[in-house]
C-alpha cells in the first residue's frame, strides 16, 4: 500500500481531488491507495482476522481460506434501497427507484459527515476488461471496508498502471462506499459494520455510484453489479455496445468447431453451473470466460465480439456440490472467501446441497451451533463464495484476450416451473428481443422479496438496467439493426431448466445434461434440424434432442418441449400488461411482436 505520489511518476489530479474531497467529508483515521498486490492482500487479511471479521478455515483442507459472517440484515442485495438518479426521472424508468441527484446527493452528503470516523479510507484504483482492451473501462472505489478491499482483488483487476492511465487522460467511474459506522474514540469494533440505513445510489450522466450502509457483496463491491451492470448499460447506450448480466463460455464439438455463447439468466438461476458446465455428452467441451457479466461490442469484423469485465466468481454456494458443479467445487480448493457459509467441526466449509447427509456440529452462517431439528438452514440460501477466475480448472487460456471472442447465440432463460418449454428458438433478432423482454422468474434468496413469487426479469436486467426499460429495448433493436447492416447476427434462445411435476420435482436433469439443449442449438446454427413453429417460437423436433444416456423418458422430454396454450395465454396477457407499463417507451418492434404473439395464440 502506497502513497501515489511517490511511486507515480505522474500524479492523477483528479483522482487526488476526488479523494481530498471525499476524505473532508468522510473523515476517515486514515488513507491508505491500494496496488493491488499480494502483499496488500495479506496484510488487509491478518488486519480483518485480528478484528475477527474473517475466521480462518483449517489450513489442511481449505488453505488460505476465510469465512465471513455478516449481520443478519445484511445479506442480499437491497433492490428497495437501489436508486438510479438520472436528471430526467423518465430516464430512470418504472423499474427503477429514481430520486433527483441533488436531492440524492444532498441526503447522502449529510449522511456521509464523519461517516468513517476512526476507521481508515482506502483507494482502490481498477479496471474492468483487460488492462489494455478497446473495451475496458476503470474506476477508483473509496470503502472504509477491508472485506471489500480483499474482495475487490478477488474480482476485479486492482492495479496502479490504472492511474497512470488515467493520468494519461483515460475516463473513470468514481465509486464512494462507506458501512456508514463511525468509531467514537476507544470504541470497538463489530465484526460486521454496517448501517440500518442504506443507499445504493447512481448518477448515471455524471458516472457516479455513492453506496452507503452496506458490506454486502452486490451492494458493496461497487464494479460489479453497479458500475458493470447499472453505470455501464447507460454507458452502453451512449457509446453503441451492452453491459449484460450474461455468462460467457466457448463450446467445442467433437469435430473441434468453436462456438461462443453469452446467457442472461436472473440472479440464483444458473450463470455460474452453465458458465462451468462438465458435457455429459463425449466429445463435447466448455471452457469458461465468465459467470456473471459480459460487455459486448460490435468489432471491425462486423461480429458481436464479448469480454469478461471481472476477474473473479462471487458465486451462490447452496446447491454447489461435486455433483451439480465440480467445476467450482475444484475452483474453491483455497485462496476463497467464504461469505454466510456454515463451518464444520473440522474447519471446513459446508452448505445445504453440498452433500445428502448433514454434518455433525455444525456452526450455522450465524456462528451458532446448527440443530439440524430446527428446520433452520446451516448456510444462509444467499451465501456465497469469492475467488479469482485464476483458480477455475475450466478457465478458457486466453479469458482476457483484449479483443474479445465472437458471439454465436445468445440466450435467456428464467426459473418457471411449468408454461415455457426447455428451450425455444426466436425467430429471428427482434422476435428475441421480444422473448428477452418477457423474461420472468421464480424469485429466489438473491434479493429481498418472496422466495417462489414470478416476477418479469426483462434480459435479467430488472436490478440493472441503468436507465428506462423501453430505451433499453430500443437498443438492443437498434444493435440488431447494426448487426444486420454489418456483419453476422448471433441466433438467439430461451430456455428452462426448472420445469417441474407434480411432486415439484425438476423433471430436466440439468447441469451437466445442459449440453443436450446446447448441442440442439448448435445442431440449429449449423442448419441440421428443421423445428416446430409453435406460437411461442421454435422448438425441437423431440427426436432432434439427444437424451441417449440421460435420466428421462420420452414422455417426460416430450412434455417439456410442449406448449400449453391455456398458460401460454395467461403468461402472454401477464407480459403484455407488464410491458404495458413502458407506455411510450415501449419500441413499435416489441408491440409487433406482442401483437403477433396474441394472434399465433388465437
Ligand atoms: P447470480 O450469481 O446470483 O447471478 O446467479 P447464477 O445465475 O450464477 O446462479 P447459479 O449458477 O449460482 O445457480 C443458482 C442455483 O440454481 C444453484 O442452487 C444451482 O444449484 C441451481 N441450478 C443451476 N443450474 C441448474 C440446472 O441446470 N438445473 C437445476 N435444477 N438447478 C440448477
Ligand atoms: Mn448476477
Ligand atoms: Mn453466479
Same mark, same amino acid.
Given at each position: 500500500?502506497?502513497?501515489?505520489t511517490t511511486t507515480?511518476t505522474v500524479?492523477?489530479?483528479?483522482v487526488?481531488?476526488?479523494?481530498?474531497?471525499?476524505?473532508?467529508?468522510?473523515?476517515?483515521?486514515a488513507?491508505?491507495?491500494c496496488d493491488?498486490?499480494?502483499?496488500?492482500?495479506?496484510?488487509?487479511?491478518?488486519l480483518?482476522?485480528?478484528?475477527?471479521t474473517?475466521?480462518?478455515?483449517n489450513?489442511e483442507?481449505?488453505p488460505y481460506?476465510?469465512?465471513?459472517r455478516?449481520?443478519?440484515?445484511?445479506?442480499?442485495?437491497?433492490?428497495?434501497?437501489?436508486f438510479?438518479?438520472?436528471?430526467?426521472?423518465?430516464?430512470a424508468g418504472?423499474?427503477n427507484?429514481?430520486?433527483a441527484?441533488?436531492?440524492?446527493?444532498?441526503t447522502?452528503l449529510?449522511?456521509s459527515?464523519?461517516?468513517m470516523r476512526?476507521?481508515?479510507?482506502y483507494?482502490?484504483?481498477?479496471s474492468?476488461?483487460p488492462i489494455?482492451s478497446?473495451?475496458a473501462?476503470y474506476g477508483?472505489?473509496?470503502?472504509?471496508s477491508?472485506?471489500v478491499v480483499?474482495s475487490?482483488? @478477488?474480482?476485479?483487476r486492482v492495479s496502479?498502471?490504472v @492511474?497512470q492511465n488515467i493520468?494519461?487522460?483515460a475516463s473513470?467511474?468514481?465509486?464512494?462506499?462507506?458501512?456508514g459506522?463511525p @468509531?467514537?474514540?476507544?470504541?470497538?469494533?463489530v465484526?460486521?459494520?454496517?448501517?440500518?440505513?442504506? !443507499?445504493?445510489?447512481?448518477?448515471?450522466?455524471?458516472?457516479?455510484?455513492?453506496?452507503?450502509?452496506?458490506a !454486502?457483496g452486490?451492494?458493496?463491491l461497487l464494479p460489479k453489479?453497479a458500475?458493470a451492470?447499472?453505470?455501464?448499460s447507460?454507458?452502453?447506450?451512449?457509446e453503441?455496445?451492452m453491459?449484460?448480466?450474461?455468462?460467457l463460455?466457448r463450446?467445442?464439438?467433437?469435430?473441434?468447431?468453436?462456438y461462443?455463447?453469452?446467457?442472461a439468466?436472473p440472479?440464483?438461476?444458473g450463470?455460474?453451473n452453465f458458465?462451468?458446465?462438465?458435457p455429459v455428452?463425449d466429445g463435447?467441451?466448455v471452457e469458461?470466460?465468465?459467470?456473471?457479466?459480459?460487455?459486448?461490442?460490435?468489432g471491425?469484423d462486423?461480429?458481436l465480439?464479448?469480454?469478461?469485465?471481472?476477474a473473479g466468481?462471487f458465486g451462490v454456494?447452496?446447491?454447489?456440490?461435486?455433483k451439480?458443479?465440480?467445476?467450482?467445487m475444484?475452483?474453491?480448493?483455497?485462496?476463497?472467501m467464504f461469505?454466510?457459509?456454515?463451518v464444520?467441526?473440522?474447519?471446513?466449509?459446508?452448505?445445504?446441497?453440498?452433500?445428502?447427509?448433514?454434518?455433525?456440529?455444525l456452526?450455522?452462517?450465524?456462528?451458532?451451533?446448527?440443530?439440524?431439528?430446527?428446520?433452520?438452514?446451516?448456510?444462509?440460501p444467499?451465501?456465497?463464495?469469492t475467488v479469482?477466475?485464476?483458480?477455475?480448472?475450466?478457465l478458457?487460456?486466453?479469458?482476457?484476450?483484449?479483443e474479445?471472442?465472437?458471439?454465436?447465440?445468445?440466450?435467456f432463460g428464467g426459473r418457471?416451473?411449468?408454461?415455457?418449454? @426447455?428451450?425455444?428458438e426466436?425467430?429471428d433478432?427482434?422476435?428475441?428481443?421480444?422473448?428477452?423482454?418477457?423474461?420472468?422468474?421464480e424469485?429466489t434468496a438473491?434479493?429481498?422479496?418472496t422466495?417462489?413469487?414470478l416476477?418479469?426479469?426483462?434480459?435479467?436486467?430488472?436490478p440493472?438496467?441503468? !436507465?428506462?426499460?423501453?430505451? !433499453?429495448?430500443?437498443?438492443?433493436?437498434?444493435?440488431?439493426?447494426?448487426?444486420?447492416?454489418?456483419?453476422?447476427v448471433?441466433?438467439?434462445?430461451?430456455?428452462n431448466?426448472?420445469?417441474?411435476?407434480e411432486?415439484?420435482?425438476?423433471?430436466?436433469?440439468?447441469?451437466g445434461?445442459n449440453?443436450r439443449?446446447?448441442?440442439?442449438?448448435?445442431?440449429?446454427?449449423?442448419?441440421?434440424?428443421?423445428?416446430n413453429?409453435?406460437?411461442l417460437?421454435?422448438?425441437p423436433?423431440p427426436e432432434?434432442?439427444?437424451?441417449?444416456?440421460?435420466?428421462l423418458?420420452e414422455?417426460?422430454?416430450?412434455?417439456l418441449?410442449r406448449v400449453?396454450?391455456d398458460?401460454a395465454?395467461a403468461?402472454?396477457?401477464?407480459?403484455d400488461e407488464?410491458?404495458?407499463?413502458?407506455g411510450?417507451?415501449l419500441?413499435?418492434?416489441i408491440?409487433?411482436?406482442?401483437q403477433?404473439a396474441?394472434?399465433?395464440?388465437d
Amino acid at each position: 500500500m502506497n502513497d501515489p505520489t511517490t511511486t507515480l511518476t505522474v500524479t492523477p489530479e483528479d483522482v487526488v481531488a476526488f479523494v481530498d474531497q471525499w476524505q473532508d467529508t468522510l473523515q476517515p483515521e486514515a488513507v491508505v491507495w491500494c496496488d493491488g498486490s499480494t502483499r496488500e492482500r495479506h496484510e488487509l487479511i491478518q488486519l480483518m482476522q485480528d478484528q475477527g471479521t474473517i475466521e480462518p478455515l483449517n489450513a489442511e483442507l481449505r488453505p488460505y481460506s476465510f469465512v465471513a459472517r455478516s449481520e443478519p440484515t445484511d445479506v442480499a442485495r437491497v433492490e428497495s434501497r437501489t436508486f438510479v438518479c438520472s436528471v430526467d426521472p423518465e430516464d430512470a424508468g418504472p423499474t427503477n427507484n429514481w430520486v433527483a441527484p441533488d436531492e440524492m446527493k444532498n441526503t447522502l452528503l449529510d449522511l456521509s459527515e464523519g461517516a468513517m470516523r476512526g476507521r481508515t479510507m482506502y483507494v482502490v484504483p481498477f479496471s474492468m476488461g483487460p488492462i489494455d482492451s478497446p473495451m475496458a473501462r476503470y474506476g477508483v472505489q473509496i470503502t472504509d471496508s477491508p472485506y471489500v478491499v480483499v474482495s475487490l482483488h @478477488l474480482m476485479v483487476r486492482v492495479s496502479n498502471t490504472v @492511474l497512470q492511465n488515467i493520468t494519461a487522460g483515460a475516463s473513470w467511474v468514481k465509486c464512494v462506499h462507506t458501512v456508514g459506522a463511525p @468509531l467514537a474514540e476507544g470504541e470497538e469494533d463489530v465484526a460486521w459494520p454496517c448501517n440500518d440505513t442504506k !443507499y445504493i445510489s447512481h448518477f448515471p450522466e455524471t458516472r457516479e455510484i455513492w453506496s452507503f450502509g452496506s458490506a !454486502y457483496g452486490g451492494n458493496a463491491l461497487l464494479p460489479k453489479k453497479a458500475f458493470a451492470l447499472r453505470i455501464a448499460s447507460a454507458m452502453a447506450r451512449d457509446e453503441g455496445w451492452m453491459a449484460e448480466h450474461m455468462l460467457l463460455v466457448r463450446l467445442t464439438s467433437p469435430e473441434g468447431k468453436r462456438y461462443h455463447m453469452v446467457a442472461a439468466f436472473p440472479s440464483a438461476c444458473g450463470k455460474t453451473n452453465f458458465a462451468m458446465m462438465q458435457p455429459v455428452l463425449d466429445g463435447w467441451s466448455v471452457e469458461t470466460l465468465g459467470d456473471d457479466i459480459a460487455w459486448l461490442a460490435i468489432g471491425d469484423d462486423g461480429r458481436l465480439r464479448a469480454i469478461n469485465p471481472e476477474a473473479g466468481f462471487f458465486g451462490v454456494a447452496p446447491g454447489t456440490s461435486h455433483k451439480t458443479n465440480p467445476v467450482a467445487m475444484d475452483t474453491l480448493w483455497g485462496h476463497t472467501m467464504f461469505t454466510n457459509v456454515a463451518v464444520t467441526q473440522e474447519g471446513d466449509v459446508w452448505w445445504e446441497g453440498m452433500t445428502k447427509e448433514v454434518p455433525e456440529g455444525l456452526t450455522n452462517w450465524r456462528g451458532e451451533p446448527h440443530d439440524p431439528h430446527s428446520g433452520h438452514r446451516a448456510a444462509h440460501p444467499n451465501a456465497r463464495f469469492t475467488v479469482s477466475v485464476d483458480q477455475c480448472p475450466s478457465l478458457a487460456a486466453d479469458w482476457d484476450n483484449p479483443e474479445g471472442v465472437p458471439i454465436d447465440a445468445i440466450i435467456f432463460g428464467g426459473r418457471r416451473s411449468d408454461t415455457v418449454p @426447455l428451450v425455444v428458438e426466436a425467430r429471428d433478432w427482434d422476435h428475441g428481443v421480444y422473448l428477452g423482454s418477457t423474461i420472468a422468474s421464480e424469485q429466489t434468496a438473491a434479493a429481498e422479496g418472496t422466495i417462489g413469487v414470478l416476477r418479469r426479469d426483462p434480459f435479467a436486467m430488472l436490478p440493472f438496467a441503468g !436507465y428506462h426499460m423501453g430505451d !433499453y429495448m430500443k437498443h438492443w433493436l437498434g444493435m440488431g439493426e447494426r448487426l444486420r447492416s454489418q456483419g453476422r447476427v448471433p441466433r438467439i434462445f430461451q430456455v428452462n431448466w426448472f420445469q417441474k411435476d407434480e411432486d415439484g420435482r425438476f423433471i430436466w436433469p440439468g447441469f451437466g445434461d445442459n449440453i443436450r439443449v446446447v448441442k440442439w442449438m448448435i445442431e440449429r446454427i449449423e442448419g441440421q434440424h428443421s423445428a416446430n413453429d409453435t406460437a411461442l417460437g421454435l422448438t425441437p423436433h423431440p427426436e432432434d434432442l439427444d437424451i441417449d444416456g440421460a435420466e428421462l423418458s420420452e414422455e417426460a422430454l416430450a412434455g417439456l418441449l410442449r406448449v400449453d396454450p391455456d398458460l401460454a395465454r395467461a403468461d402472454l396477457n401477464a407480459a403484455d400488461e407488464f410491458l404495458s407499463t413502458f407506455g411510450d417507451k415501449l419500441p413499435e418492434a416489441i408491440r409487433a411482436q406482442l401483437q403477433a404473439a396474441h394472434s399465433r395464440l388465437d
